[in-house]
């Protein structure tokens, strides 16, 4: 289209000249059915009708929107980020383990159907694994532990214990001192005074000052055990003894953690012989043969005065008498004990273990090793 004032080309489109803003299009180019008008009714004549103002019927529509499909327009749908669903399942897993903490509390803590059960007198007792049963070892009393042990084994009622027994002894700490108490397999316990025996740990029951519970630390195997308290000779004295036996172990043996140690026997009587002269006047008897130390046994001599001669490793133990400075004894071995002694007289102060000693007339026992040189 060329526009009438500046003759530039415009295409057909153009209301406006491209150059100079002239008026290109006329109203005489647009297509007549935009100048259409409807002629004039008249009174003796209908109203025209046109497709514009038609109005169809409701269920009346154009083949030609046969494939038509209405729409309804509608928002998305904000989804929650993974971040926000991560957060909400840590939250629920934190609510879930909080109520079973609190579940668990008061069942095993305010329930009172899991109370602990304890001894009511003074004794030796196996806890049951759940805490709730208390099976008490009973007691027997020896003259002789070699006998003892002997009668023990053969006893088929002996109280069962676990691999990992809940042990707990109640005492007034005068009947069973705690120091002179001993874990003793029976069948190590041999006429010679040679016996072998298992550390335990003891530790206070909360609130209970009297009671200690008893832990082996590397457990125990199958067989059979007594707590004992040996006073005296092995084969002469006032032995108790606290049996019990362990059928079921993971344990194959308990060698490696059994140590050896030996107790005092009874010394032999020895027989005064006696040689008279002819003459009737003469009658001296010949002094008894001295006794022989015993094989392996070291010499040693006692540095003080007045040294407690004790039937066990521990100042709890009975004395047997005293020994005086300078006299010579024969070392058997020591215990693996170590207790703590602070001298009246000098005020010195040790800590030494036991030494198990024969005096030169063969009497056995235990002394204090700090006294020893």
């Not at 007034?172 to 003793?184: A, E, F, Q, S």
């Not at 009671?211 to 040996?230: C, D, E, S, T």
Request: hydrophobic share 35%.
């Amino acid at each position: 289209m060329i526009c009438p004032n500046c003759q530039t080309f415009n295409q057909s489109e153009n209301v406006f000249c491209v150059n100079c803003g002239t008026t290109v299009s006329q109203a005489a180019d647009l297509p007549p059915t935009q100048f259409f008008q409807s002629p004039k009714a008249t009174t003796d004549q209908a109203p025209l009708k046109s497709e514009e103002t038609a109005v169809l019927p409701v269920n009346q529509f154009d083949p030609s929107m046969a494939n038509f499909t209405p729409s309804v327009p509608h928002s998305a749908i904000r989804q929650p980020s993974k971040n926000k669903k991560l957060f909400l399942l840590i939250g629920a897993a934190a609510g879930l383990f909080l109520l079973i903490g609190i579940i668990v509390f008061f069942v095993l803590v305010k329930n009172p159907t899991g109370t602990e059960t304890l001894p009511e007198h003074l004794g030796m007792f196996i806890q049951s694994p759940g805490k709730d049963k208390i099976t008490e070892i009973r007691k027997q009393d020896f003259a002789s532990a070699v006998e003892g042990a002997d009668k023990l084994l053969n006893n088929d009622g002996l109280t069962i214990a676990e691999e990992n027994p809940n042990l707990i002894l109640y005492s007034d700490g005068k009947d069973v001192p705690l120091n002179d108490l001993r874990l003793i397999r029976l069948d190590t316990i041999k006429p010679d005074g040679n016996l072998k025996q298992l550390d335990f740990q003891a530790a206070p029951v909360e609130n209970k000052t009297e009671m200690k519970r008893i832990r082996i630390p590397g457990g125990i195997a199958v067989g059979k055990y007594a707590f004992a308290i040996l006073d005296g000779h092995l084969d002469d004295g006032k032995h108790k003894f606290w049996a019990f036996e362990v059928k079921n172990s993971a344990k194959s043996n308990s060698d490696a953690d059994m140590k050896s140690t030996t107790v005092s026997i009874k010394p032999q009587q020895n027989t005064k012989s006696s040689e008279t002269s002819t003459n009737p006047t003469n009658t001296a008897t010949q002094p008894s043969a001295p006794i022989a130390p015993p094989p392996g046994a070291t010499i040693r001599y006692v540095s003080t005065t007045d040294v407690i001669f004790r039937s066990g490793p521990s100042q709890s133990a009975s004395a047997r008498g005293k020994l005086s400075a300078g006299q010579k004894v024969y070392v058997l071995g020591y215990s693996s004990n170590y207790e703590y002694f602070q001298s009246k007289k000098t005020g010195q102060s040790f800590n030494s273990n036991y030494a198990e000693v024969q005096t030169e007339n063969g009497r056995r026992g235990w002394v204090y090793a700090a006294f020893l040189r």
